[in-house]
């Protein structure tokens, strides 16, 4: 102000344009360097990432593994030479072409013994076949056919030797009469067994028991058969006037 006032003016120095342009535009690349560059160091593999995945996708499959080898042949056994005898006692023996391999468990199971003896049958006994069950018994022979009654179709047979009854001393001096009812079983060659009193009239009971078991009968055949038979005989006692 006071140079204004004296007239003599000092102005003051300028400084030159170019040097702050400068450093603008070093500070704008800076900045824009720390916060552009990590963006697109991130993102800039993501392009290969998608390249990548689309390369494994249309890439063709594996082919299958090889199958397995087969299994080897069982192994045979060497057949073996046995001496044949020279004797002349002894027949000569010739040994078999092949010898059979040892029978399996399966075998062994399916035959139902053990070690798989031919001719087994499943759920046998171990160490041998089942044996075979024992024929039925014979059925027991009929029982007895009980004796025939005599009547209907079963005619009577015929009487051939007949005793007569011996009166009772007691009823003769009474003077009495009477009949005795019997049942006789006879046997197949037409004697009298055994003897019964179906209908009793005291006094003659005894002597026409022993009177009947005296007697004799033809034999009563059933299909050719004789056979014992059962039949009622009657005993009169009659006196003689």
Known sequence: ???????????TPRH????????VVAHVVLIGAVFIGPVMFVVAPIPAEQMMMAFVVGAAAPPPP??????PPPEQ?????????TSGDVAPIEPPNEIAPEPSADFAQMTGVEGGVPGGIPGGVVGGLVPEAPPPPP????????PIRIGGQVKEPTLVHRVEPVYPALAVARQLEGIVILEALVDQHGRVEDVRVLRSNGVFDAAALEAVRQ????????NGQPEKFILTVVVSFTLTK
């Not at 102000?1 to 102005?11: E, P, R």
């Not at 059925?139 to 009980?146: F, K, L, Q």
Request: hydrophobic content about 35%; proline content about 30%.
């Open 1 to 11: 102000m006071f140079d204004l006032i004296t007239g003599k003016t000092a102005h």
């Open 16 to 23: 030159q344009a170019g040097p702050i342009v400068v450093s």
């Open 66 to 71: 090889p199958p397995p080898p087969p299994a």
């Open 77 to 85: 056994r060497a057949r073996v030479e046995r001496p044949v005898p």
């Open 139 to 146: 059925p027991p022979p009929p029982p007895p056919r009980g």
């Open 215 to 222: 007697w004799r009968y033809s034999p009563v055949l059933l």
